[in-house]
């Protein structure tokens, strides 16, 4: 079965710092992996996606992803976090047997002054 | 272009009544999934529907939780005989042509159940 893995329910960071939300993938074949972030009582915003060429994928708002397949991950970055950047993100893979989207169980991100 | 669009946002319910929550897709989708997201949980894939095909049902609840998206109007996530448990933000996305096509699914704001 397709699913994805968010290890850390909350990741803190300064304002100006690098961030790195973390996501890891189990699926068979190829996979199609998504990046999405909610805001409070939002619903959820596409942020990039990588289905093939080049491991590193990048998005709206600064934010980029690596995919790595040897360690089947696929975290999400941004070299200078903003305060605004405080939301929920959650990662996705496509499950290729049904067509739908599995998203992991989101990691809260808490940008602080 | 107008994203997609879910009513109410916000309803209200008592034990044992219905809900009926509303969503259409953006213009010239025809793939619609939903999606329940309970308080401090991910989200929970419900269902997935065609025009007038349910395509995958395997997430939604064997009694009580119906859905259709009809030819003609939005497609209609209902529940019958709500319990408390019922209470969570229900999320409607739509895509051109499922996830094989571009891949990703586009939201709507919500609605966010209430049952007392």
């Known amino acids: 079965a397709q699913s994805v893995a968010q290890p850390e329910d909350q990741v803190n960071v300064a304002e100006g710092n690098p961030l790195t939300v973390k996501c890891t993938y189990s699926v068979s074949g190829n996979p199609y992996l998504f990046w999405y972030v909610q805001y409070p009582n939002r619903g959820l915003q596409f942020l990039l996606k990588y289905i093939t060429g080049d491991n590193l994928v990048k998005g709206s708002y600064g934010f980029e992803a690596e995919f790595n397949k040897s360690q089947t991950s696929f975290h999400l970055k941004k070299p200078s976090a903003l305060v605004s950047d405080s939301a929920l993100y959650f990662c996705?893979?496509?499950?290729?047997?049904?067509?739908?989207?599995?998203f992991g169980t989101g990691t809260r991100l808490q940008v602080f002054p | 272009n107008a994203g997609v669009m879910q009513n109410p946002r916000h309803l209200v319910r008592r034990r044992g009544q219905e809900a009926r929550l509303r969503c259409s897709p953006m213009k010239g989708h025809s793939h619609v999934y939903w999606y329940r997201q309970l308080p401090e949980e991910g989200l929970k894939f419900m269902v997935y529907?065609?025009?007038?095909?349910?395509?995958?049902e395997s997430g939604m609840p064997k009694e009580r939780f119906s859905a259709e998206f009809p030819k003609e109007g939005p497609s209609i996530l209902r529940i019958q005989q709500v319990v408390r448990g019922d209470s969570a933000a229900y999320f409607c996305a739509s895509s051109f042509g499922g996830t094989t096509s571009t891949g990703e699914l586009f939201f709507g704001e919500g609605s966010r159940l209430t049952v007392l």
């Open positions: 996705a893979v496509r499950d290729i047997w049904t067509d739908k989207l599995i």
């Open positions: 529907l065609q025009k007038e095909n349910i395509i995958d």
